[in-house]
Every structure is written in C-alpha cells, then in structure tokens.
C-alpha cells in the first residue's frame, strides 16, 4: 500500500482550536517526524547520526495562559481536553498517556528556570504512531516551539531539542538520545542533517535523490514498537558499560582503525564477551555515517547503498533490535533490485528505508507488499521520504 502522506491542515486545526477553547489560537507550529539516513544506536554512544525530516507533521495549535495551567487536546486520542494544574506538573502526573510529552516539554522548560506560563493546546499529526518515524519527538518539538515563542523564550533549536529530551527522559521515562528532537528541530528542506552527538555541532548534508535518478522508500511494517519496555535501555545500559570496561567516555571513543584490539580486550575480562558484538555496531555504524557523509558530499548518493544494507546486517545480527518483518522488508528490497536497505529508528518494529533506482521505484514496492501478504504480515504501509523542513510556524 502506498500513501503520499499529507502535511496536517492548519486552517482545520485552527478551527478545532476555536471550537474546544472559544478563542483564536494566538498562533500554529509544525514540527515533523524523521527517518534516519543512517547512524542507528548511535546517538547514546556520542556518535554520529544522519537524519532527515518527513512530511508529516505534529501541528500544534496554540494559545499562551497567564495561570501556569495546560490544557491538552489531540485530535488522535479519545477523551476531551486534559487539563493540567502547575502543582501536578511532575514526572507521573495524574492520568499521564500521551500528555507526559508535552506536560514533560513545560515541566523541562520550568526546571531549567525558565519563564515560561501556561497554554492551550490542540494537536492534530500525519506522523504514524509507533511507527519509528519519531512521533513522540514531534509532539514534543512542536509543543517546544509553540511554548518558547508564546512566552517569548528566544530559545536556539538546539536548545529546544535538549529540553524536549530532557521532557522524555525524565518526564516520559523513555532513554532516547537526541537524535530524533534535533531533527525535529533543526531539518532543513533537501538536506539530511549530519549531527556529532557528542558536541551537537551540525551540518546540513545536501540530498536530492531525484536529481540521481534515486528514490528514498518508508516501509512501515505496521509492528508498533515502544523504546519505554526495556530493551532499548538494556542496550544503552550494555554500551554504557561496555565503555566503562574499556575505559573510554563513550564507545564513540573507540577509533575504527583501533576496534580489533578494543574487541580483544573486552572478550578476555569477566562479561566482556556479552558486550562485543554492541561495540562492534557501534564502532562500524559510527564508520559508515562518516562514510555516508563523504559519499553525499561527493555527489555519490547510489554508494550509500551498501553501507545501508551493511547498517542493517549490523543492527540484526550484532546489536539485535530487528525483527521478521523489517529484515523480510529488507531482503525483499535488495532482492527486488534496491541498491540497499536498513530499518531505522529504535527498532523492534517500525519502519525500514529502502534506497531504490526510480525505475525500480514500482517493482520493489510491489515485492515487498507481495512478500508481506505471502508471509501473511499486516500490508506495510510504502511511501516516499523526501527531506523536508524541520519545525516551524505556520498561517492558519
Ligand atoms: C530511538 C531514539 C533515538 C535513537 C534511535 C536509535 O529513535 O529515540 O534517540 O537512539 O532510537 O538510533
């Protein structure tokens, strides 16, 4: 099945705004979900991360209030308006669903003692819900733009990314890194957005796959995946203490040239051979997102396609986050003539990116949804990434 994914309509969300609240939302902000080029597991190791936005939005229809109260709508879950006193504005707040992330985004913005008051808030998204394509992420950045300019912040997009992680870490409980916030924040049209994860320095990577006769390619499995269940964590926690084992501040540390001997020395102490094969991602992840980068730079987009489907060998066989439909997604892809293909995102589920010719574009959507029906899989969900603009406002 392909869907070409519209944006969120602002004129519709500004009407439901008027409608739920009585009043005009002081203004609209979009903020999109992403895919993840490459540089998977990456961003909890201080490395590097080559996302780009969707066009698919989190819109936020939004007005400013002077009594420190939120009030919470979305057009995508049932019940009416949530409303969120200043005293029960904590990790945990009664009845946290979805709210704990925009709650988490003000209560990250007041812990950090910033000025901020209260709004009224309104959502309507075209992102897919746990479909690895960072959702959550959007919900917070958009929820971050529409705060700092409603109470006049003047906060960089880095920044907002920080807060917006610290809201999901702390308020959410969920132990991302920051990729997925700092594309949400930062994206630009026609670009993937290079990040060192380390010092947040980034730079906007051109990439036209149509200008190369290419085509990026989302297959949505449809397995809804959650970071929050543990084994996104038993995995940060393994790398963390990998890292501490070979005496480094992150495996980031860990030179490509150098991962033999690092390998080595971890197999031979207590528990060390457990954590091999995650320093192993990690170390030639980080190595592939350099090369990407070069490739991109060099006007080679076709040469991301090994490193891709090499990115995707890594992440099943080494740091173990597939699953039976991102790996039949993949296989079906490359078999069906894709220069390579990968999941992205946390993993366990969600989506796979696949890098195909436009000729090709047709016959290898058709093999996947033939592969998934054959397998008797819930039909994927295909469509094209084109990079889009991260967060920004919008006229009703
Ligand atoms: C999720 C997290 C990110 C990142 C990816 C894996 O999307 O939110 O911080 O760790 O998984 O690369």
């Known amino acids: 099945m392909t869907d070409t994914a519209p944006a969120a309509d602002p004129a519709r969300a500004a009407a439901t705004f008027r409608a739920l609240y009585r009043a005009e939302p002081t ?3 979009a903020a999109p979900g992403r895919v993840n080029l490459i540089g998977e597991h990456t961003d909890y190791n201080d490395g590097f991360v080559m996302p780009l936005a969707l066009p698919h939005t989190t819109l936020a229809a939004a007005a400013p209030r002077t009594d420190g109260v939120l009030r919470l709508h979305s057009a995508g879950a049932p019940g009416g308006i949530v409303e969120i006193r200043p005293e029960d504005l904590r990790p945990g707040h009664p009845g ?18 910033l000025p901020v008051g209260g709004a009224d808030l309104h959502y309507t998204s075209t992102v897919p819900l746990g479909a690895g ?14 705060l700092d300019a409603l109470h006049g912040l003047g906060l960089s997009r880095p920044d907002l990314a920080r807060l917006a992680q610290r809201a999901e870490n702390a308020y ?9 916030q700092t594309a949400a924040a930062c994206c630009t049209a026609g670009h993937a957005l290079f990040l060192d994860t380390r010092d947040l320095t980034q730079r906007q990577v051109p990439f036209d796959a149509a200008a190369h006769g290419l085509r990026l390619l989302v297959v949505d499995t449809r397995v809804r995946h959650r970071l929050g269940d543990g084994a996104y964590a038993r995995r940060r926690a393994g790398c963390e203490g990998a890292a501490r084992a070979l005496g ?55 040469a991301l396609g090994p490193l891709l489907t090499a990115s995707h060998a890594s992440l099943r066989d080494d740091f173990a986050v597939s699953c039976p439909e991102l790996d039949l997604a993949a296989a079906t892809a490359i078999a069906a003539g894709a220069l390579g293909a990968r999941m992205t995102g946390g993993g366990f589920g969600g989506s796979a990116l696949v890098l195909v010719e436009e000729a090709a574009a047709a016959t290898v959507t058709k093999a996947v949804d ?27």
């Open 27 to 29: 203004g609209l902000w």
């Open 96 to 113: 946290a669903d979805w709210t704990a992330y925009p709650a988490g985004v003000l209560w990250a913005m007041r812990e950090a003692g």
């Open 133 to 146: 394509l960072s959702s959550s992420a959007a919900l917070e950045i958009a929820t971050a733009v529409a």
């Open 172 to 180: 959410a409980g969920v132990p991302c890194g920051i990729m997925d």
């Open 248 to 302: 480094v501040r992150a495996l980031r540390d860990i030179p490509y040239a150098h991962l033999p001997e690092a390998l080595a020395d971890l197999a031979s102490l207590t528990d060390g051979a457990a954590l091999v094969p995650l320093v192993r991602h990690v170390v030639t992840e980080n190595h592939r997102v350099e090369q990407a980068v070069a490739h991109l730079d060099a006007g080679r987009p076709h």
């Open 370 to 396: 033939t592969a998934f029906a054959t397998a008797g899989y819930t039909a994927p969900r295909i469509f094209p990434a084109v990079p889009g603009a991260g967060a920004r406002r919008l006229d009703p």
